[in-house]
């Protein structure tokens, strides 16, 4: 098969049927919503503790008597000294030996659950890469090869980080003896240091270039970490158009990523990135390389390109995504309920927890405002909601627990905004016209993350099968079309709209 067929074999696999690829990569974007959940239990846990020692209400007390303005440190030396001392108080009880211990455990648990995560995630992309690649079913496969090859890819980024360290330590020692003899002879080693750098950076891409394809052999041919490195080096003498082409792509997407993140910083839309790269760069750089990686194995068997055209296939599938949105919407009124009644809780939560500083501490919706561009600003609405509504319903797919922390923590960071807010009514005004439409898209993506959560769960004990898992997966992702077109609805009010209206009423 040519490089091209190979390139044409992973459009159909993504075209032919993205639900049953994509959520994958979602998945890989929400695994920090997944591990945050360790930092929620961890701040849960030492609220309990400042709580029933006494610490909470000290600390209270003196947020109340807290005075925020400093006096001029030039000016009052003596002043600005005694306004600091009164910080030492609330050092004094939240640095306790419990406090740094739980404070240094969080870390370390959150690190280790984010890494086998992401080894989890990887190897299920991966693997739903190449089913799809060889005509079958890509969600379901991906879970078969998250639990089965996770610790292999753990053992790649280890062979990976080793080798970088070999690789940097041999260099350096190597350049820092040629620097001195350099040095000592000629009088200047400058450009032997730069030569060193250049030398020292191919090195470490090369080193990245054989383990791009290493976690592709890990998959295709069912092998260990230890072999996958060597057939993936294989794979390279024997292809080395093939891996120049994937390499070269690889380098192009991520300069244009580079370049692409530049412009839409400039303009404020910064999230614009964090849907693009999951939903279109990633899956297709997988794509390509599992795809020469199977042809090179004679493995690839790719499904047909869809008859439709790109344009109608966009349009019917923003049309199924609206469709299975008010379909789940409607299958599952008790969830919604629940997800209400959570927020809510937040909610109150936040209100109640900004009471202490309600007084020293201020937000403000004009201030937010100020320099408001409506164009940038519902692109940027529409990325973030987005991102947050897709994060929040997959990482539920892990035992409910992320879904239900990202609700809790959205619910009481609003909780917080409106109590320390100096214009509530301003802000109620901005809230409304957008909140209609976004506020249910987000209550859908969390009812839709506890459904996942409850159908993991059953998938846990054996009451269901990987197959009801990948169909509960693929609707998911379905439904979040819809609820991606309910809040661009609500990015374009809240960028247009929301914030000039009621100037025309005060």
């Not at 993140?261 to 750089?285: N, R």
């Amino acid at each position: 098969m040519s490089l091209s067929e190979a390139v044409d074999a992973a459009v159909a696999a993504v075209r032919r049927r993205p639900g049953d690829l994509l959520p994958w990569y979602v998945l890989g974007a929400a695994v920090p919503a997944i591990a945050r959940v360790v930092p929620f239990l961890a701040v849960a846990i030492g609220y309990a503790y400042l709580a029933t020692t006494g610490r909470l209400e000290t600390i209270v007390a003196a947020l109340r008597e807290l005075n925020t303005e400093p006096p001029d440190p030039n000016a009052e030396p003596e002043a600005f000294d005694a306004w600091a001392s009164q910080f030492e108080v609330l050092v004094e009880q939240v640095l306790t030996p419990t406090m740094i211990l739980l404070t240094l455990a969080t870390i370390a648990v959150t690190i280790v659950v984010g890494i086998a995560l992401y080894a989890a995630v990887a190897a299920g992309q991966l693997t739903a890469c190449s089913a799809r690649l060889r005509g079958n079913r890509g969600v379901a496969a991906g879970f078969a090869g998250a639990r089965r090859y996770w610790l292999r890819f753990l053992g790649l980024y280890l062979l990976e980080l080793l080798a970088w360290i070999g690789v940097l330590l041999t260099l350096g020692l190597v350049i820092g003896i040629v620097a001195a003899v350099v040095t000592l002879s000629t009088g200047s080693g400058g450009a032997t240091l730069l030569v060193g750098a250049v030398a020292g950076l191919a090195a470490l891409l090369a080193v990245r270039a054989v383990f791009a394809f290493a976690s592709v052999a890990v998959v295709v041919d069912d092998t260990t970490a230890v072999d996958a490195v060597t057939n993936a080096l294989g794979f390279i003498r024997s292809k080395p158009i093939e891996a120049g082409v994937y390499y070269a792509v690889a380098l192009g997407t991520t300069i244009a990523l580079a370049a692409f993140s530049a412009v839409i910083t400039f303009v404020d839309v910064a999230t614009l990135l964090s849907v693009v790269t999951p939903l279109v760069a990633f899956p297709a750089l997988d794509l390509l390389k599992t795809a020469v990686y199977n042809d090179y194995r004679r493995r690839l068997e790719p499904p047909t390109a869809p008859e439709r055209s790109l344009g109608e296939q966009l349009r019917d599938g923003v049309r199924h995504g609206w469709s299975e949105m008010i379909a789940f919407v409607r299958e599952t009124p008790g969830t919604h309920a629940l997800v209400v009644a959570l927020a809510l809780g937040g909610f109150w939560a936040g209100w109640a927890a900004a009471a202490p500083i309600a007084d020293t501490v201020e937000t403000s919706i004009s201030a937010r405002l100020v320099d408001h561009n409506p164009f940038a600003a519902t692109l940027e609405f529409f990325a973030n909601n987005w991102l947050v509504a897709l994060t929040t319903a997959l990482a539920g797919v892990v035992l409910v627990l992320p879904a239900v922390a990202s609700l809790l923590f959205n619910g009481v960071a609003m909780g917080v905004v409106a109590r320390t807010e100096v214009e509530p009514t301003e802000l109620l005004a901005f809230v409304v016209p957008h909140g209609v439409f976004e506020i249910p898209a987000i209550f859908v993506a969390s009812a839709l993350g506890i459904r996942l959560g409850v159908t993991g769960w059953r998938t846990v004990r054996g009451d269901a099968s990987r197959t009801d898992l990948a169909d509960a997966l693929e609707r998911a992702f379905w439904v979040l079309i819809g609820v991606g077109v309910l809040l661009a609805v609500a990015a374009a009010i809240e960028g247009f709209v929301s914030p000039y209206y009621y100037d025309l009423l005060l």
